[in-house]
């Protein structure tokens, strides 16, 4: 695989992580927020919170689209990204024994 699409890919992943970080550090608020019979502007805060989540992930899904990973190897188009670059890498390794 290019050296860009594998810089581009390692970006992606970096984003993916930041975001599994961020649905766990919202799912911890919203159970402190219960257990903390916060108000319910407490809620609607955080509803506001998980709608630019929504975003930010649909923007993540919007960049590794862009790639064009699965126009350039369409067999991986219904495989995990973490995977996906596990693959180029192997491939790559294989084409520079």
């Known amino acids: 695989a290019p050296m860009w699409l594998k810089k581009e890919l390692d970006s992606v992943l970096a ?3 930041e975001m ?3 649905d ?3 799912g911890n ?3 402190q ?3 903390a019979d916060a108000p319910k502007n407490s809620f609607k805060l ?3 919170l998980q709608q630019m989540q929504e975003e930010f992930k ?4 919007a ?3 862009l790639l064009n990973v699965h126009d350039s190897f369409p067999q991986l188009a219904s495989i995990d990204l973490k995977l996906v670059c596990i693959l180029l890498a192997a491939r790559d390794l294989k084409i520079n024994i």
């Not at 649909?58 to 899904?61: A, K, Q, T």
């Open 46 to 48: 955080l509803s506001s």
């Open 24 to 26: 766990q550090a919202i």
């Open 20 to 22: 599994e970080a961020l």
């Open 15 to 17: 984003i993916q992580g």
């Open 33 to 35: 927020l219960t257990k």
């Open 63 to 65: 960049l590794y689209s």
């Open 29 to 31: 608020l919203r159970a």
């Open 58 to 61: 649909d923007r993540g899904e």
